[in-house]
């Protein structure tokens, strides 16, 4: 028994020694670190977790005064430089063919010109040259059935904002669809590096076309157009020759094409599911002709699902057209 009291005895004391060489080290350490060098630890510099080169401060965004993105606003459009209208030969082949028919154009012109100087305004609102409201007239004949003047498909008239059902097609809307041919041509105009034929050609084959013609274009637009595929070309060409006819329609017999006239129709808000022969009854009217300058809807009815939807009606008195709502 005092064999084993013998051993922890002498345990205790080597734990005891030990506890004691430990405090001795830590005083030592204290020692050499005297606090008067912040820079230096046991003679050597501290390790630092910024680097003075790298330009990096000690503080968040927000006490840097930097404010939260809370809402993408989009920059003030800048007018761009007239499309470049060639009278090549090709162009001059779909000039001569337009003109075969000049009362066909007329017409066409004549279909438009409610709705062209508000579609005017829109693409210089994007900072569009006007000569592009002639690609409506190049895409359908400025039609206001089926897909409308700019032709779009379903998929990307609802990328661009247009509503499609079974009470209205608002593709087939001038102003509206122009709005939403506006926003895209100038998407695909920043994305072909501000070069309008190309534009055009994204325009007439996907967002994707501008990559896969790229390598194709040069400075020979002639060239580069007989490189495109047939549809391209002949938009291209419908789409020049109606804007220099429209540039010079006195010279082809044509009635001058005016951008700036005001419309000869007001816009007011309609409740939902109101029927158009009401509104026609109530402003004077026909039934046609409120279909006539509202060819999106396709019922003789307001969208029911609508609190109130703009309909335009004939301004008989210019001074009072403006925006009402109609309950």
């Known amino acids: 028994m005092s064999r084993t009291n013998f051993i922890y005895r002498a345990l205790f004391a080597l734990t005891a020694a030990l506890v004691v060489a430990g405090l001795a080290s830590n005083c030592s350490l204290a020692a050499e670190y005297d606090g008067s060098d912040s820079s230096t630890f046991m003679g050597s510099p501290t390790p630092s977790l910024i680097e003075e080169s790298s330009g990096?401060?000690?503080e968040t965004p927000a006490e840097a005064g930097a404010r939260p993105i809370t809402q993408y606003v989009l920059p003030v459009p800048k007018p761009v430089a007239p499309f470049?209208?060639?009278l090549n030969q090709s162009v001059r082949r779909y000039l001569s063919d337009i003109l075969n028919s000049p009362y066909h154009l007329q017409d066409t012109f004549d279909r438009s010109h409610p709705y062209l100087p508000e579609m005017v305004r829109v693409l210089r609102s994007y900072g569009l040259p006007d000569d592009l409201v002639y690609l409506a007239f190049a895409e359908s004949d400025f039609s206001k059935q089926g897909k409308g003047p700019w032709q779009f498909n379903t998929d990307t008239a609802r990328r661009f904002g247009l509503h499609i059902d079974r009470y209205v097609d608002e593709r087939r809307d001038p102003v509206m669809s122009t709005k939403a041919a506006a926003e895209y041509l100038a998407t695909l105009h920043d994305a072909a590096a501000?070069?309008?034929?190309?534009?055009?050609?994204?325009?007439?084959?996907?967002?994707?076309a501008i990559d896969r013609y790229w390598s194709l274009r040069g400075p020979n637009l002639e060239r580069f157009g007989n490189r495109l595929p047939r549809r391209t070309r002949g938009l291209l060409g419908r789409f020049m020759a109606v804007a220099y006819i429209a540039h010079h329609a006195n010279s082809y017999g044509i009635t001058n094409i005016k951008l700036d006239d005001p419309p000869?129709?007001?816009?007011?808000?309609?409740?939902?599911?109101?029927?158009?022969?009401?509104?026609?009854?109530?402003?004077?009217?026909?039934l046609d002709r409120i279909r006539e300058l509202n060819p999106a809807l396709l019922r003789d009815v307001v969208p029911p699902y609508e609190p109130a939807y703009s309909i335009r009606i004939p301004a008989y008195r210019q001074a009072d057209a403006g925006s009402r709502v109609h309950f």
């Open 264 to 286: 000869p129709y007001e816009t007011l808000r309609v409740r939902g599911g109101t029927a158009l022969t009401r509104v026609a009854l109530d402003h004077g009217t026909t």
């Open 56 to 58: 990096f401060e000690l």
């Open 84 to 86: 470049p209208i060639l």
């Open 194 to 208: 501000d070069d309008w034929p190309m534009t055009l050609v994204a325009w007439n084959n996907g967002d994707r």
